[in-house]
């Protein structure tokens, strides 16, 4: 749906690498071929996809909602990538797998379905069993009429809204996308998620968007960094970390600390924007480490 996010992508084609299912499932891992193409969130005309459940038009939605009216479903899955800057409260680590049960509006009265909540709290346990120190959240369930989640929740199938992330060591997303995989084969292998699931659902940490990838600290001074995948006019694409100056540090939550010396960090500082590479070419020890964990 949103072309910078192929994480789902990569999970669907994992899931179907691993032999056939016991039930049937409809797959559209490509819901926004224009977007990908860009590395873009948009589509090539300027279009959010996930703002468009209730209109008509482009045919790239249209053509979703067609698929999703034409059976019985027993559950949905809309798969996104989320930026590092998400974690769970309380903890400063990112949100590696955040889930979501959106809210229905059903003969007006408001509500998020218990089923899906339940296949939500199941999904998170599936991740959660395999890698039992990564980050994972529960988003919160404000009513987006306009976004997908809602309107196939109003539907009547039970819809999850999924969003992948980083985990520390790996901003290719690559270990989450295989374990995403397995965990829609439990899901494949479950007749019913069950009311424990739900609960597990709503035990989830609540995402919060307050995160920093690296603190830089130096006997002078400190300074705040985020890791970004980009795509910029001229530039290209590009990985690597941009600078970030928040109101207050107390008001962030950094993931990782690196000490260096005040003369290294005098130099990082005079720029805005690293490179991954330039970053594993020219900096400190701890940095070079750092770096090893981004795409180059
Ligand atoms: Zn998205």
């Not at 468009?52 to 053509?63: K, L, Q, V, Y």
């Amino acid at each position: 749906m949103h072309g910078n996010e192929p994480t789902g992508f990569e999970a669907l084609l994992a899931f179907m690498a691993q032999g056939a299912p016991r039930n049937n499932w409809t797959l559209v891992p490509l819901v926004n071929p224009t977007g990908i193409d860009r590395f873009t969130r948009l589509t090539v005309d300027g279009v959010d996809l996930n703002r468009c459940a209730r209109i008509t038009g482009p045919e790239e939605s249209d053509h979703l909602k067609s698929v999703l009216q034409r059976a019985p479903f027993e559950l949905a899955l809309n798969l996104h990538d989320q930026r590092s800057i998400f974690h769970p409260r309380g903890q400063s680590i990112p949100s590696t797998l955040s889930v979501l049960a959106p809210r229905a509006l059903i003969q007006g009265k408001e509500f998020v379905p218990q089923r899906a909540k339940e296949w939500a709290g199941l999904l998170s346990q599936a991740v959660a069993t395999l890698e039992p120190d990564w980050g994972y959240a529960r988003f919160d369930d404000q009513y987006y009429p306009e976004a997908f989640g809602e309107w196939t929740q109003e539907l009547g199938i039970p819809t999850v809204t999924v969003e992948t992330g980083v985990s520390l060591g790996d901003y290719g997303r690559t270990n989450i996308a295989r374990h995403l995989a397995r965990a829609l084969t439990v899901l494949d292998h479950t007749r019913k998620p069950l009311k424990e699931h739900a609960a597990g659902y709503e035990a989830l940490n609540a995402n919060e968007s307050t995160g920093i990838d690296l603190l830089l600290e130096s006997p002078s001074c400190q300074s705040f960094w985020r890791v970004v995948e980009e795509v910029q006019p001229e530039l290209g694409y590009r990985w690597g970390i941009a600078r970030y100056s928040p109101e207050t540090s107390g008001s962030v939550v950094a993931y990782q600390r690196i000490f260096m010396e005040s003369e290294a960090h005098l130099s990082l500082n005079a720029r805005d924007f690293w490179t991954s590479s330039a970053l594993y070419a020219s900096a400190s020890e701890g940095l070079r480490s750092f770096a090893v964990g981004l795409p180059r």
